[in-house]
């Protein structure tokens, strides 16, 4: 496929009709959580920076959402770019467009999760007790900071 130079058009166009294929292929809670809040800009016209709130949310785009963004980029604009997202910690507010859940919340999210994946109930029951455990015993901050390091390690561990 031949690149297309981004000097004959406006990107920011561009990157809202992307945003408008996803949002056709993807459910409203998943669009509205993960790709609403990217923001995207152009480099060295073949590369796409798209940026993610947070480091969660940039782990997250890249192992459930990157190829979807590819190729949408690559349907809107009939070229390929090479696509790398970068988690965006902005100053007074580190997670800006994803609210944060309350336990009750966070364990119904989890519960849902678990139902998708078919895990077995008694599993279910054992990480569910242990998730009450740490909301017991880890701040806020220390379960997402502590989290998202274990979380980045299964990727490091996988591609080893």
């Known amino acids: ?3 297309v130079t981004v ?3 406006n990107f920011l166009d561009i990157w809202t009709k992307v945003l408008e294929n ?3 292929s993807i459910s409203k809670p998943s669009y509205e959580t993960w790709i609403a809040p990217l923001t995207a800009q152009i480099e060295d016209e073949d590369i ?4 993610a709130p947070n480091d969660f949310a940039k782990d997250w785009i890249e192992v459930r959402y990157k190829e979807l963004i590819f190729e949408s980029i690559r349907k809107v604009t009939g070229s390929t770019f090479e696509i790398e997202v970068v988690g965006i910690e902005r100053e007074n ?3 800006p467009t994803i609210t944060r859940l309350n336990i009750r919340q966070a364990l ?3 519960l849902l999760a678990c139902n998708e994946a078919n895990i077995p109930k008694s599993t279910i029951n054992e990480i569910y007790k242990n998730m009450r455990w740490q909301f017991d015993i880890k701040t806020p901050e220390e379960a997402e900071k502590e ?3 274990w979380y ?3 990727e490091k561990d996988k591609i080893q």
């Open 1 to 3: 496929m031949t690149k």
């Open 7 to 9: 000097k004959n058009f």
């Open 22 to 24: 996803i949002r056709e």
């Open 48 to 51: 796409v920076i798209i940026k």
């Open 93 to 95: 507010n580190p997670i």
């Open 108 to 110: 119904g999210y989890f």
């Open 147 to 149: 989290g998202y390091e």
């Open 152 to 154: 980045r390690s299964l």
